[in-house]
């Protein structure tokens, strides 16, 4: 089973700053991995697929890049409404398995 | 605009089924090339993955779930369902449906609201 584990759990910041939030596998899982977004009481929301590609209507201040097992998801420039939970998720081919990370918190410092 | 709706019971007991159905609007579940999927979250805490469910009735489930779940599709509806057997107080969650991207991507680009399963007595 592959594991992502998610650094840190919380990350204290202010708007206009720059946040790096982390993703590792346990194994390689290519650069088949995605990042979303969870506001409270709200459905995530896809922000990054495929490692480094936007999803449509994402801002061009979220960013990812990584492969195999180490992911990075880049805000930079934090705007108010970006304080939110995130979630990476990897999935596998076969046998055709989806995973989450346990979730960074960015919280307004 | 696709959009899913997920209905179902809100409250249900220990060792019964939890059952849940998943309307989709604005597109056809038919379509080729698309997973559909259900997603949950306890509260606090963070997404687990159920099972995937392919237009055609192919599915795939989380290993550890694999034992208690059925996912199920009915095209003539725009539906899928999930049955969730022999339920304990650890399966008290947020319940998503959810559609991939397309390309067989497998990333969830299309959620529903959730709907908030207890299970107690």
């Known amino acids: 089973e592959i594991v992502l584990t998610q650094s840190p759990a919380t990350l204290s910041l202010s708007p206009g700053e720059r946040a790096t939030l982390s993703c590792r596998a346990n194994q390689s899982v290519s650069n088949y991995l995605a990042w979303y977004q969870q506001k409270p009481g709200q459905a995530p929301r896809l922000l990054i697929y495929h490692a480094s590609n936007r999803a449509t209507g994402i801002p061009a201040r979220f960013s990812g890049s990584g492969s195999g097992t180490d992911f990075t998801l880049t805000i930079t420039s934090l705007e108010p409404e970006d304080f939110a939970v995130y979630y990476c998720q990897q999935r596998t081919n076969w046998p055709p398995s989806i995973t989450f990370g346990q979730g960074t918190r960015l919280e307004i410092k | 605009q696709l959009q899913l709706q997920e209905s179902g019971p809100g409250l249900v007991k220990p060792s019964e089924t939890l059952s849940l159905t998943c309307t989709v609007s604005?597109?056809?579940?038919?379509?080729?090339?698309?997973?559909w999927g259900w997603i949950r979250q306890p509260p606090g805490k963070g997404l687990e993955w159920i099972g995937n469910?392919?237009?055609?009735?192919?599915?795939y489930y989380n290993p550890s779930l694999k034992s208690r779940v059925t996912i199920s599709v009915d095209t003539s509806k725009n539906q899928f369902s999930l049955k969730l057997s022999s339920v304990t107080a650890a399966d008290t969650a947020v319940y998503y449906c959810a559609r991939d991207f397309g390309g067989y991507s497998r990333y969830f680009a299309y959620w529903g609201q959730g709907t908030l399963v207890t299970v107690s007595s």
């Open positions: 604005g597109g056809s579940i038919s379509r080729s090339n698309y997973y």
């Open positions: 469910i392919y237009y055609s009735g192919s599915t």
